[in-house]
C-alpha cells in the first residue's frame, strides 16, 4: 500500500498521511460493494508490493470480467 499511498499523494499533490486515508477510504468502499472473492483482492492488491501488484491487478480484473458478464461481438 505504501507505493500506492506514494503515487496519490504525489499526484494529488497531498500529504502521505491523507493519501493514506484516501487509500483506505476508497479500498473500504470496494470491499463492501464487490463480492466476497473480489474485494478479498482488494486488501490482496493493497498489501502486495509493486512486482506483485500487476498480477493482483490482472486477478482482479478477471474477476470483475465474470461480474460485469462478458459481452461477445456476434
Do not use: C, N, W, Y
Not at 494529488?12 to 483506505?24: C, D, F, K, L, N
Not at 474485494?39 to 498480477?55: F, I, K, R, T
Not at 490482472?58 to 458478464?69: D, T
Amino acid at each position: 500500500m505504501a507505493t500506492l499511498v506514494q503515487l496519490v499523494a504525489e499526484k494529488a499533490g497531498i500529504t502521505e498521511a491523507q493519501a493514506h486515508m484516501a487509500v483506505r477510504t476508497v479500498a473500504d468502499f470496494l470491499k463492501e460493494k464487490l463480492p466476497a472473492p473480489i474485494a478479498g483482492q482488494v486488501e490482496a492488491v493493497l498489501a502486495a508490493d509493486a512486482s506483485a501488484v500487476a498480477g493482483a491487478a490482472e486477478s482482479v480484473l478477471k474477476g470483475l470480467g465474470g461480474f460485469m458478464g462478458s459481452k461477445k461481438d456476434g
